[in-house]
C-alpha cells in the first residue's frame, strides 16, 4: 500500500525559508524508475508542479521558480525535502508531494498525499 | 509553449456524456494525464497515457488525444463525477510538467 504525508509548518513570515518533509511507504526511491515530485495548489486555483527528484537524484524544477527551489531525498527514511526561499504570501497554497510515472509518454501522479496548508504572513 | 488550456467551466445533465478538453503545444509529443479533485480532497488520477484507467476507476471515464489537444471523456455522468478536472502533461523539455488551469465539471 502506497502513502505519502507532508509535514511542515503550517505558518511562515515573508522572506523565511519554508522547509516541507515528504514522507511515504509501499515504495524505494532507490528503486529504478520511481520519481516523486512537489505540487502546490493556492486557494481557490490550479495545481502548479514545482519540482521532482528521481531514484538516480536526477532533479528538475520549475521554471519560473527553480531559483527558489531545492529537492532532496533521504532514502534511508523513505523522505523527500523540499525547500523554498524567500517566502511571499503569494506562496499561500496548499502543498502535495505524489508519486510521479510514465508511461506511453506521459507522466502522471499515481499517488498524492493529504496536502499541507503553507500560510505566508507575518 | 509550455501550457495548457482547459475551458474553466462544463456542465453536464445526468446520465450523459461529456468531454473535457486540454490544448497544449506539448501535446503534440506527449499523451496529458488527467486528474480529478473534489473540495478539500487531493487530487486522484482518473486517466494517463493513451487510455489507461488505474485500477478502481470506473470504465466510464476515458481519454482521446488528436493533434495539440486532449480529451477526457465521461460517457454515462454520475452525480459523483461533479469536481475539478486537471490535465498535466511532460512539457517541451519532456522532463518538467506543466498542469491546465482545471475544468469544473457540474452534473445537473
Known amino acids: 500500500q502506497v502513502t505519502l504525508k507532508e509535514s511542515g509548518p503550517a505558518l511562515v513570515k515573508p522572506t523565511q525559508t519554508l522547509t516541507l518533509t515528504c514522507t511515504f511507504s509501499g515504495f524505494s526511491l532507490s528503486t529504478s524508475g520511481m520519481r516523486v515530485s512537489w505540487i502546490r495548489q493556492p486557494p481557490g486555483k490550479a495545481l502548479e508542479w514545482l519540482a521532482r527528484?528521481?531514484?538516480?537524484?536526477?532533479?528538475f524544477y520549475s521554471t519560473s521558480l527553480w531559483t527558489r527551489l531545492t529537492i532532496s531525498k533521504d532514502t534511508s527514511k523513505n523522505q523527500v525535502v523540499l525547500t523554498m526561499t524567500n517566502m511571499d504570501p503569494v506562496d499561500t497554497a496548499t502543498y502535495y508531494c505524489?508519486?510521479?510515472?510514465?508511461?506511453?509518454?506521459?507522466?502522471?501522479?499515481?499517488?498524492w498525499g493529504q496536502g499541507t496548508l503553507v500560510t505566508v504572513s507575518s | 509553449s509550455s501550457e495548457l488550456t482547459q475551458d474553466p467551466a462544463v456542465s453536464v445533465a445526468l446520465g450523459q456524456t461529456v468531454r473535457i478538453t486540454c490544448q497544449g503545444d506539448?501535446?503534440?509529443?506527449?499523451?496529458a494525464s488527467w486528474c480529478q479533485q473534489k473540495p478539500g480532497q487531493a487530487p486522484v488520477l482518473v486517466i494517463y497515457g493513451k487510455n489507461n484507467r488505474p485500477s478502481g476507476i470506473p470504465d466510464r471515464f476515458s481519454g482521446s488525444s488528436s493533434g495539440n489537444t486532449a480529451s477526457l471523456t465521461i460517457t454515462g455522468a454520475q452525480a459523483e463525477d461533479e469536481a475539478d478536472y486537471y490535465c498535466n502533461s511532460r512539457d517541451s523539455s519532456g522532463n518538467r510538467v506543466v498542469f491546465g488551469g482545471g475544468t469544473k465539471l457540474t452534473v445537473l
Open positions: 505524489a508519486r510521479m510515472g510514465y508511461y506511453d509518454s506521459s507522466n502522471f501522479f499515481d499517488y
Open positions: 506539448s501535446l503534440r509529443s506527449y499523451f
Open positions: 527528484i528521481d531514484w538516480d537524484d536526477d532533479k
